[in-house]
């Protein structure tokens, strides 16, 4: 469908908004500070030279001290107010967000009299989002909701829950309540340190004072939240900025997550959601990339993808499907007379993120890239790969983080280098059969911090090894994560803590580092030549029918199934990804045993899974040759002497007679078992190793796990039709490649 206008609109407003609320907190905190500076201003200190220091009068240091200590006071009552106040607006948000989805919806399917479901927003829901830790509440993500659920509810309403609330925290993992007092509490020492530092480094209060405060004066409403940052003191610019932010993101935040709700409550009508970016030079990297693409309900990211994030997303409506029960329903006009803003004026709606930067003037590609050189890689880039968008995602990571000018002239040599490619016709990788030895991994040793900085500087020279072997050059900032913790280390800083706290994410332990400590971990896997000879083997896990379990995996390039495969370049890493169920690489199998049928129906289901993660998409008629498959998926079996975890709900006793939930966010197996798993594993790790662990992938890892298994829902409902089928099969997250028997072709 095309956008309506209004929700272009409606992303103006939402930042007015925010503006105005921030402008609110920005002027109670920053008169707290103006009333500290007052009263330091009226204070005649008179100083006299005592050798090296500085002595003030005992009365002076006693008001100094009451100064400080209603300044503390008083950033502690802020930090109350404002977490109260920001929870009645984020309470009035939802509730308006939903209602604005909802109307927009009616609208557009008004001609075909297609009743659209509302959403309710729970009491509790925005006390909830404000105050409540996630990692709290008996849960690890919302869970996934569809028309059918409306039925516990009653009269067709949905309710935006409380416990939905607490999964959101700002994209640092702090809740809202934890960031104003966060400010309250740095302000409290910075205000006592400014004071005491300029008392004692002679100067006058009227300097120490117009030091903290700027130009500021008090209640200045009038200013926008931006220009009191700007006007600030330095008790009061980076506050003021931090406020700002807190209370965009968090509008952010609200308005996406009252939109999804609906988004759910409706998805027969509008299955898939848009992401849609703001075009103009301040749009992040990673927001750049993913404008225009679409993505099924809780199946996609959603904004903020950072702090300070400006992008939205609009519903997906479809007319084809629901045309054919509701004839009277009219399409929405659609072509190049429908337009989206942007910074430089009304562009196609159609029209991406990359196809508008490619259209613009030199000056404003380089205001929004940081440089010519940039420029240049980007229009050349869109050259070769004839496309705008497909050129800026190459110019993010894999972490959506922005690659710098040293990453792009590392892969890319000159921007004169890039040149188009002709295609190669599809050829299956064949190769031959290779054997590796597995060694079973035990838990990674706890190191003194005299030996853990010995063990990070022997694995910074791994990594420039690694890098030269492979003819590439390493930057700072592949070695950035691991120098500041050396530097924390050689401070005597502990606990030791892997994760990057430059990154707004966080990804606790890193895997790379924790395969290099395992030492088998990067092991290539044992090769056979074809799927028969892997179905022969008598040395894998079996799956509930007798035979062995075969595992197909999915990748977007084959240069990412070879290395998993131990072929080519980079055969020495294993590449792992990111999941809800632990960091690692997720693969997927069939879990059910029956007739004959049942179990190939099992075992194609889990091939069309790999697929659809290689690229196919069967809703939108995308489908893969079998070249491609051969090159895009890979067929595995785990070493039944692998250190693996399974579940007694899992493959091995799952029957075509059972019906129930069992796995999933809100299943009893996720919540009685999985959950409880995690946390264990979790802890006995950071107990045995000493190092700190966000992912349970990461925790298993340093424990000497090799692979674990993800029961799936024995029953589920396909969301575009409501039929309720039984699934067929599980995940699996693996970890160390050694454990696994691979197949150089997948059997087609």
Not at 84 to 89: G, P
Not at 360 to 373: A, F, I, P, Y
Not at 736 to 748: E, Q
Request: aromatic share 8%.
């Amino acid at each position: 469908m095309s956008i309506p206008e209004v929700f272009f609109r409606e992303t103006i407003d939402l930042n007015r908004y925010s503006n105005a609320v921030s402008t609110e907190f920005q002027t109670t905190y920053n008169d707290i500070i103006l009333v500290a500076a007052k009263k330091l201003k009226q204070l005649n200190i008179k100083q006299a030279q005592a050798g090296a220091g500085v002595v003030v009068a005992p009365q002076t240091r006693k008001r100094l001290r009451a100064i400080i200590a209603q300044s503390k006071a008083s950033l502690n009552t802020w930090s109350k107010t404002s977490t109260k106040q920001m929870i009645r607006e984020i309470e009035g948000l939802a509730d308006v967000q939903a209602g604005f989805i909802e109307n927009e919806l009616k609208k557009v399917v008004k001609s075909g009299n297609i009743p659209i479901n509302s959403v309710a927003i729970s009491p509790k829901y925005a006390e909830s989002f404000v105050k409540t830790d996630p990692t709290k509440t008996n849960i690890f993500t919302s869970k996934e909701f569809t028309e059918d659920d409306f039925k516990k509810f009653g009269q067709g309403k949905f309710e935006l829950t409380a416990r939905q609330g607490a999964m959101q925290t700002l994209p640092n993992g702090v809740t809202v309540e934890k960031a104003f007092r966060g400010i309250a509490e740095r302000q409290q020492d910075s205000l006592a340190r400014h004071i005491r530092q300029g008392v004692f480094s002679g100067e006058s209060t009227a300097e120490i004072a117009r030091r903290m405060v700027g130009k500021l004066e008090f209640g200045q409403r009038a200013l926008s939240s931006r220009q009191k940052a700007l006007a600030g003191g330095e008790l009061t610019k980076l506050a003021n900025h931090q406020i700002r932010t807190i209370v965009r993101t968090s509008v952010n935040q609200v308005q996406n997550q009252a939109s999804q709700a609906v988004y759910a409550a409706n998805s027969k009508v509008a299955p898939e959601y848009q992401y849609v970016a703001t075009l103009d030079s301040r749009t992040s990297a990673v927001c750049r990339d993913l404008d225009g693409k679409t993505f099924a309900y809780n199946r996609g990211p959603t904004p903020p993808q950072h702090f300070n994030c400006r992008s939205t997303t609009v519903p997906v409506v479809d007319f084809d499907k629901l045309q054919k029960q509701y004839p009277t329903l009219e399409k929405p006009p659609v072509g190049k007379a429908v337009t989206r803003p942007s910074a430089t004026g009304r562009v196609p709606q159609d029209t991406t993120y990359g196809e508008w930067l490619l259209q613009q003037d030199k000056k404003l590609q380089v205001k929004t890239l940081g440089n010519e050189k940039k420029v240049n890689y980007f229009k050349r880039l869109a050259k070769k790969e004839g496309s705008g968008q497909k050129a800026i995602k190459k110019l993010v990571r894999d972490d959506d983080s922005e690659r710098s000018l040293k990453d792009l002239q590392r892969i890319y040599g000159k921007p004169t280098n890039i040149k188009p490619k002709p295609k190669p016709k599809p050829k299956a990788v064949v190769g031959t059969a290779v054997v590796s030895d597995f060694v079973k991994s035990k838990p990674i040793e706890k190191l003194s911090n005299k030996d853990m900085i010995a063990n990070l500087e022997a694995y910074k020279k791994h990594l420039i090894d690694k890098f030269k072997a492979q003819g590439e050059k390493i930057t700072s900032y592949d070695l950035g994560t691991y120098d500041r913790q050396l530097e924390r280390l050689r401070q005597g800083l502990t606990p030791f803590d892997m994760r990057d706290s430059e990154r707004m994410f966080t990804t606790g332990t890193k895997l790379d580092y924790l395969y290099w400590r395992q030492k088998t971990y990067n092991k290539k896997p044992t090769r056979v030549k074809n799927i028969d000879e892997l179905k022969k083997r008598t040395d894998v896990v079996k799956a509930a029918d007798g035979e062995n379990l075969i595992i197909y995996r999915g990748v977007t390039d084959e240069k990412f199934a070879n290395q998993f495969k131990g072929v080519g370049k980079k055969a020495s890493e294993h590449y792992a990804g990111n999941g809800i169920y632990g960091n690692g690489t997720y693969a997927a199998a069939r879990n059910i045993n029956g007739p004959k049928s049942i179990v190939n129906k099992a075992n194609n289901d889990a091939l069309a899974i790999a697929k659809q993660y290689a690229g196919e998409d069967p809703e939108f008629n995308i489908k893969l040759s079998q070249a491609q498959t051969q090159k895009r998926v890979t067929a595995f079996a785990l070493r039944k002497d692998a250190n693996i975890k399974t579940w007694k709900a899992g493959s091995s006793v799952k029957t075509t007679r059972k019906s129930q939930f069992h796995a999933g966010p809100d299943g009893d197996w996720y919540t009685e078992n999985f959950l409880t798993w995690r946390k264990e594993t979790i802890e006995k790790a950071e107990k045995l190793t000493g190092l700190k662990y966000d992912s349970v992938g990461e925790a298993a890892t340093a424990l000497g796990i090799d692979a674990y298994q993800i029961p799936l829902p024995l029953t589920e409902m396909d969301e575009a039709t409501g039929v309720i089928t039984r699934s067929t099969m599980d995940y699996w997250v693996i970890l160390n490649r050694s454990a696994i028997i691979v197949s150089d072709t997948v059997g087609l």
